[in-house]
């Protein structure tokens, strides 16, 4: 693993075989709007260029990514490379190759157990994130919830996260403290929502509380690629792998 200097490690206590990275903007090949290391490639970059960032990273990483046409569904399928499912999540207990999701104000969020032996990564919009996209991840690993860890990664910030009274109703249905997660905003009838509160939120109510991460905002920091901040823009990769 050599990923650039420029990338996320996340900060976790996971196990010594479980590898994890979050790209940036930087260290690629696509031009202005997608600069430069684009890894969505269904954002109108260049075909070649996508071709060429992805080369890089799995050079970068030494795996091999599991990539998914994410729909902001609820779905988790095993991560395989040599196929592009429609998910929004995938899990491996298999070294070396990597669940990946793309994200641009969504939430990444990555989990592993304590043991080494599973890890999955989720693509959680707010879509999916209410339709249970996390759980059905918890579910797809069949680990015990006080085994897994999660780690959260850049996603748009409470300060930028503006949304409907159907966002907020969505999920107080199912939470009911999901209310103190959804400020007034400055709007009439529009809310600003911390998602990183509201996965916590959910993640507990399955009993997973090792929770990491959050409290980067991709809207405000121009490391990471945000549609609300630039509707034509790219996307980072969040990953998780076992290494032997």
Request: with cysteine; aromatic share 8%; glycine share 8%.
């Amino acid at each position: 693993m050599n990923p650039s200097s420029d990338w996320l490690l996340p900060d976790w206590p996971a196990p010594a075989n479980v590898r994890a990275c979050v790209t940036t903007r930087v260290g690629g090949t696509s031009l202005p709007p997608f600069d430069s290391l684009n890894l969505g490639d269904h954002v109108e970059d260049g075909a070649q260029a996508v071709a060429d960032n992805r080369r890089l990273l799995v050079e970068r990483l030494g795996c091999q990514p599991a990539w998914l046409k994410q729909v902001h569904s609820p779905d988790v399928v095993a991560a395989d490379p040599a196929q592009v499912p429609i998910a929004d999540a995938s899990w491996s207990s298999a070294p070396g190759i990597a669940c990946c999701v793309l994200t641009a104000d969504c939430l990444p969020a990555l989990f592993c157990d304590r043991a080494g032996t599973r890890v999955a990564a989720v693509h959680a919009g707010w879509r999916g994130l209410a339709n249970g996209v996390l759980e059905n991840t918890l579910d797809a690993m069949a680990v015990e919830p006080a085994d897994i860890l999660v780690w959260l990664g850049p996603a748009i910030g409470p300060q930028a996260f503006e949304v409907g009274p159907e966002v907020r109703e969505a999920f107080l249905a199912q939470h009911a403290e999901a209310a103190q997660v959804f400020l007034p905003s400055r709007n009439a009838g529009k809310y600003m929502a911390d998602i990183y509160a509201l996965a916590r939120i959910r993640l507990a109510a399955r009993g997973v509380t090792a929770v990491y991460g959050g409290g980067l905002c991709t809207v405000n920091d121009e490391r990471f690629f945000s549609y609300r901040r630039a509707a034509r823009t790219g996307r980072f990769a969040s990953l998780v792998w076992l290494v032997d």
